[in-house]
């Protein structure tokens, strides 16, 4: 399985950005689908999480109202749109998951990671 993520950048606070990831090597809606990020000098945290289907979301509280997450299934990619950015958003941001599992992501519980898109939010 290979995630390749892509849309990261540098962007003013206030702004948006949307990030995309497509999955290879296996089949898209076996993986529930998510975004975990980091924060220099900081541990993983969880951002979003998706279910195979797109029928269950959920979000961090910090993101809630200011972040999107969505799937394509036919096109084997998950999005996440960021709006309403702000400078401690910064951070490398990773496409994940933990299989069919939702609650996988949230936990940390990661069998595959992207390679990671860095995200930066300038005051």
């Known amino acids: 399985v290979r995630l390749a993520e892509s849309g990261g950048g540098l962007v003013q606070s206030g702004g948006s950005l949307r990030l995309s990831c497509v999955l290879s090597g296996a089949t898209f809606d076996d993986y529930a689908m998510g975004w975990v990020r980091q924060i220099p000098g900081k541990a993983h945290e969880w951002v979003s999480s998706?279910?195979?289907?797109?029928?269950?979301?959920d979000y961090a509280d910090f993101v809630k109202g200011r972040f999107t997450i969505s799937r394509d299934n036919a096109k084997n990619t998950v999005y996440l749109q960021m709006n309403s950015l702000k400078p401690e958003d910064t951070a490398v941001y990773y496409c994940a998951t933990g299989g069919g599992d939702m609650t996988a992501i949230q936990a940390l519980a990661i069998n595959y990671w992207g390679q990671g898109t860095q995200v930066t939010v300038s005051s």
């Open positions: 998706i279910s195979w289907s797109g029928k269950t979301i």
